[in-house]
């Protein structure tokens, strides 16, 4: 997956990416059958997935700005050691059977929140490791690493290492936070960056931010056009398993073969991100890749057969890995170094925002009127936001842009 044209301190980011990310894909369905083990009550098993999913909304921009006061380097390494520190300790209270629904709901809240620090330091970091014109190239073969990590690799076996004890995928985990954290401080001292001098409070800092992503008129866009596509993305998630089970008839002992074709799409459209990038042009490859999208969800909504339904999901994980990767890029180009973790923060978070409306929306219409009306409305969704792109992302001289080099 790693290249050695990108340098050995891309390879040690990278390597220190896919181990934790195999880590997560242990914990992750691991937490959510130890909470079926302590409790059935499903508010309190619904309550654990919550509490992960709140600190990206509650301190995804707090996490940015100290992703830009502090050394990033550092910052990955000290909260990758304290995940590995709090991992193991909920391995060890698991191993003698200490554990309760508050131990769930406090290790699922905390490792999220430290998630959202490094997840702002290691998107800022990585344009110090690697020149401008590989940063789709690495952006796309980090995500392909993660995939078969954990798509591949940690997701099937959580459930065998679960099963032979409880307490092992946790303590795997463990291993591979504290693994990433010496992989990390492995980089080079010239990649032991800082951003800039903080200027003032963290609200004015976080305004800052905010402020200079909204006066970009390319990026404003493409993050507002992702918020959009979210909400047909974490719709169709949402019943994808229904769908898949009722309409496109996979059979149940199936549906692991038939999700995993999302994993060789995701894999295949980031190994090829920077290649589609450095052909088109990064704005003009989001534009085609929204179209190509909106195409394999239309055939997605029209396939009644496992294998042309498993084709048309493929390709549209495919496309999404790609905008991820070039809209990545793209910011790690154009923001100035000392404001990228706040940046990168706020357009997580404008995406974060629209994902659980999705969800809820598309729960409650198929309970109504079944799943294929809401693979229609997917489709349907993607094909407005193409439609939006293809003019508001309309490549301009450098001139018209408030802030911007090159598209």
């Not at 309970?367 to 792109?389: H, N, Q, R």
């Amino acid at each position: 997956m790693t290249s050695s044209a990108l340098g050995r301190d891309f390879r040690l980011l990278w390597s220190a990416a896919v181990s934790s990310r195999f880590g997560d894909a242990l914990r992750t369905p691991a937490l959510a059958l130890l909470a079926a083990t302590v409790t059935r009550d499903p508010r309190i098993i619904a309550a654990v997935t919550v509490a992960g999913q709140l600190p990206p909304l509650l301190f995804g921009l707090l996490g940015g700005v100290y992703a830009d006061r502090w050394d990033r380097r550092r910052t990955m390494a000290v909260v990758d050691g304290v995940r590995a520190v709090v991992v193991a300790a909920l391995a060890v209270m698991v191993a003698l059977d200490r554990v309760s629904v508050l131990v769930l709901l406090a290790a699922a809240f905390l490792l999220a929140t430290l998630g959202t620090l490094f997840d702002s330091a290691s998107f800022a970091l990585l344009p110090a490791l690697v020149p401008p014109d590989a940063l789709p190239r690495a952006n796309g073969r980090l995500q392909a690493g993660s995939a078969v990590a954990g798509g591949f690799l940690g997701a099937p076996a959580a459930g065998v290492l679960f099963a032979a004890a409880p307490a092992l995928p946790f303590a795997l985990d463990a291993v591979t936070f504290a693994a990433a954290a010496l992989l990390v401080l492995a980089l080079a001292p010239a990649a032991r960056i800082s951003g800039e001098s903080p200027r003032g409070s963290v609200r004015s800092e976080i305004v800052e931010g905010l402020r200079w992503l909204r006066g970009h008129q390319i990026l404003w866009r493409v993050t507002v056009l992702a918020a959009a596509s979210n909400l047909a993305i974490s719709g169709i998630l949402a019943v994808l398993v229904l769908y898949a089970l009722d309409v496109l008839r996979v059979p149940p002992a199936g549906y692991g073969l038939f999700a995993a074709a999302a994993i060789v799409g995701g894999v295949a459209g980031a190994l090829g991100a920077g290649r589609l990038g450095a052909r088109l042009g990064t704005v003009p490859a989001l534009r085609a890749v929204l179209a190509a999208q909106t195409v394999a969800l239309t055939g997605f909504a029209l396939a009644r057969h496992p294998v042309p339904g498993g084709i048309a999901l493929g390709v549209f994980a495919a496309g999404t890995v790609v905008w991820n990767s070039l809209c990545a890029s793209y910011g790690q180009r154009h923001v100035p170094s000392g404001l990228l973790g706040r940046v990168g923060a706020a357009q997580r978070m404008v995406g974060l925002l629209t994902a659980p409306l999705g969800a809820a929306v598309a729960g409650l219409a198929a309970a109504a009127y079944g799943t294929v009306p809401v693979a229609g409305a997917a489709a349907g969704t993607f094909a407005l936001v193409t439609l939006v792109a293809w003019r508001a992302l309309r490549p301009v001289a450098p001139g018209v842009l408030s802030r911007s080099g090159a598209v």
